[in-house]
């Protein structure tokens, strides 16, 4: 039986390695060989001026999905945002912390804090593929978000859509860091196909990356915020509980 793709991605040792050194080789390998290059250097560097322009572009208090070493947190916590970031390794969630932005270890699928408060959601560096299915992630993204809130997705560069299983690997024909697991790619086009039931909040490339704007329907709704970066920082190694949508004290 092959891994779940949490065990398969977090127990991936080539890239708690590449994470670690902060550069790679990284890819994931199809099993027909088909190589996908990861941005590893891009990933562990400083936000730069592109990512600057998507995270203007958040309101409120922001989850960063599937956050990897966390530049997108960092410079959102350096702003004095409400941000928190999300991610299957450990490695990637101890390199956001060291960054100085608050992270969690955690699946996008499993109990979250703040859910259904969210005022953004990021979804960067081709995120929208975790899982393989595309639909299902929108749908709980679409649950993390409070009523009219924003979904950012970064879309393959490239018209496409597929979904593959794959591998993280150092090289080419190196061995596997972990099973295989369900991933897909997708462009802006598949994308919108997707986001049935979401407003569409724009679209646009820069640097050669492209990215999708959608929004919740909006709707009445007098919950409270997610509580603020410092307290959800001092949480972070804490689960927590069904009842309780931030974390426990």
């Avoid at 593959?164 to 369900?182: I, K, L, N, S, Y």
Wanted: charged share 25%; proline share 7%; hydrophobic share 40%.
């Amino acid at each position: 039986m092959s891994a779940s793709p949490v065990v398969a991605w977090a127990g991936a040792d080539p890239y708690a390695a590449a994470l670690r050194a902060g550069r790679g080789p990284l890819f994931l390998r199809r099993a027909d060989g088909w190589l996908l290059p990861l941005e590893v250097e891009r990933w562990c560097a400083r936000a730069d001026p592109v990512d600057r322009t998507v995270l203007d572009r958040c309101e409120g208090a922001v989850l960063d999905v599937g956050c990897g070493p966390g530049r997108l947190v960092a410079e959102l916590a350096a702003r004095g945002r409400t941000v928190l970031g999300i991610d299957v390794s450990e490695a990637a969630v101890d390199h956001t912390v060291r960054l100085g932005g608050p992270a969690l270890r955690r699946s996008v699928f499993e109990t979250l804090p703040g859910e259904g408060r969210w005022g953004t959601v990021l979804l960067m560096d081709g995120n929208i593929g975790i899982g393989g299915d595309p639909r299902a992630l929108l749908g709980r993204v679409a649950r993390l978000l409070g009523p009219g809130g924003l979904l950012i997705a970064e879309t393959a560069p490239v018209d496409v859509h597929e979904v593959v299983r794959v591998q993280v690997v150092g090289t080419a024909a190196g061995p596997d860091g972990g099973g295989a697991f369900p991933w897909a790619r997708v462009g802006t086009p598949a994308l919108l196909r997707y986001a049935r039931g979401w407003e569409r909040a724009g679209q646009w490339t820069a640097g050669g990356r492209r990215f999708v704007a959608l929004r919740t329907r909006r709707a009445s709704n007098s919950a409270e915020p997610p509580k603020s970066t410092a307290e959800i920082s001092s949480q972070r190694t804490r689960k927590p509980s069904a009842d309780s949508p931030v974390a426990e004290r």
